[in-house]
């Protein structure tokens, strides 16, 4: 199994910044994609950004220029750093992982439980 843990959502000011960690563990043969998807509200789950494991990066358009996703590959960890915020950012941020376990010929999601966002006005 592959376990996703998350940590740095919490309360901003509008115009504040956070920074998202999310580390994978377990039994990981390769790691293809890593990143974060949230929820607001009475919406639907939607990306916002993810890193492939060549190092391309893909960023929803209303993230563009305020996110920053990064990794350490090493420690099978990936950030998310959220500048200039805005309440319609307010959000659970879930971190995801395409990944193929040891032992095993096929890659799988797995998701995070969330951590919560909460831009102020």
């Known amino acids: 199994q592959v376990q996703l843990v998350e940590s740095g959502g919490g309360l901003v000011q509008a115009g504040g910044s956070l920074r998202l960690s999310c580390a994978a563990s377990?039994?990981?043969?390769?790691?293809?994609?890593m990143g974060w998807y949230r929820q607001a509200p009475g919406k639907q789950r939607e990306l916002a950004a993810r890193?492939?494991?060549?190092?391309?990066?893909n960023y929803a358009d209303s993230v563009k220029g305020r996110f920053t996703i990064s990794r350490d590959s090493a420690k099978n960890t990936v950030y998310l750093q959220m500048n200039s915020l805005k309440p319609e950012d307010t959000a659970v941020y879930y971190c995801n992982t395409n990944a193929v376990e040891s032992g095993s010929f096929y890659a799988m999601n797995y998701w995070g439980k969330g951590t919560l966002v909460t831009v102020s006005s």
């Open positions: 377990g039994s990981i043969f390769r790691i293809n994609t």
């Open positions: 890193i492939i494991s060549g190092g391309t990066t």
